[in-house]
């Protein structure tokens, strides 16, 4: 390994990913320092390695402050919130964390499902409230298994999902861009008509500026009142607005989300939405699977550093 090289650590990190760094090489932590501006001024050009995670990024400002930057290594297999015209400009390398998160995502986006369409949060609240002896159990639920699935999203965790959702006797078919005639699901050319088509959506693609609203007013609209949104990708994929106006209107039945527009935010009018599950984007977020994506960091920065390549890079 050699000396010349220098990480910044953007922000915070989990322990195991944070605590092995300094072995590697010298290490400093943007987010710690008073005044990160002026840091960045007086010792950007000392860094050619910069870790941070799927939804710290790195904007084109940061990237700009790191003249000598060679390679970006990012915790979480969304590089959404890195701007890639930067990355591109500059021939920078950058590598995510794939399929090590596929299973506890798609394991989430059951359980969003199946929370969201049996209402079991909300019971779970009625329960507490004490409401069962004064006025009995809730309500009658809507089934899952058997039903219609359309994906939005045929990746890699797409497929671990709609492979879960066979296992509930489910039909599934999926909305890409171009279909996957490997895979055993029907792809449908047209999301209107998934949509239209599918009892529950689960979008699973990636955020990027092709999907910004995917699920816009007219998706939501298709879906239909009796019709659930799960959501465990990125929140600018929904169009949050026309999410909330249909569940306020009756329009959508019910949604399980992990992800939102302006995360941490979460409007108020979904938090008062007793159909709606929240979730603060933890996906991802069991011990195993995290410890297996800061081993895959950490691999990555270790391959870089010993010969300029990365494990696990991001795109051609
Ligand atoms: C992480 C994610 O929570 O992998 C992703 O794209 O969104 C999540 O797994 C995030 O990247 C870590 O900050």
Known sequence: MTSTHKILQAGPLPPPLASKLPALCPVEILSDKP??????????????????????????????????????????VGYDAI?????RARGLMLSNTPDVLNDCVADLAMGLLIDAVRGLSASDRHVRRGDWPRVGPTSPSTRVSGKRLGML??????????????????????????????LPWQHEPSLIALAQWCDFLIVACPGSPETFHLVSADVLKALGPQGYLVNISRG???????????????????????????????????????????????????????????????????????????VTPVGP
Do not use: W
């Open 153 to 182: 999203g045929m990746g890699r965790i797409g497929q671990v999902i709609a492979r879960r959702a066979t296992g509930f006797d489910m039909d599934i078919r999926y909305h890409t861009r171009s279909p996957k005639p490997q």
């Open 35 to 76: 005044d990160p501006a002026a840091f960045l001024q007086r010792q950007g050009n000392e860094f050619t390695v910069l870790v941070t995670t799927g939804t710290q990024g790195a904007t084109r400002g940061l990237i700009d402050a790191l003249p000598n930057l060679q390679a970006i290594c990012s915790l979480g």
């Open 83 to 87: 701007d890639m015209d930067a990355v």
């Open 236 to 310: 600018t994929v929904v169009d949050e607005e026309a999410l909330v106006a249909a569940l306020e209107n009756g329009e959508l039945a019910g949604a399980g989300l992990d992800v939102f527009e302006h995360e941490p935010e979460v409007p108020a009018a979904l938090i008062a939405n007793e159909h709606v599950v929240l979730l603060p984007h933890v996906g991802s977020a069991t011990r195993e699977t995290r410890a297996a994506m800061c081993g895959l960091v950490l691999d990555n920065i270790r391959a870089f550093l010993a010969d300029g390549r990365l």
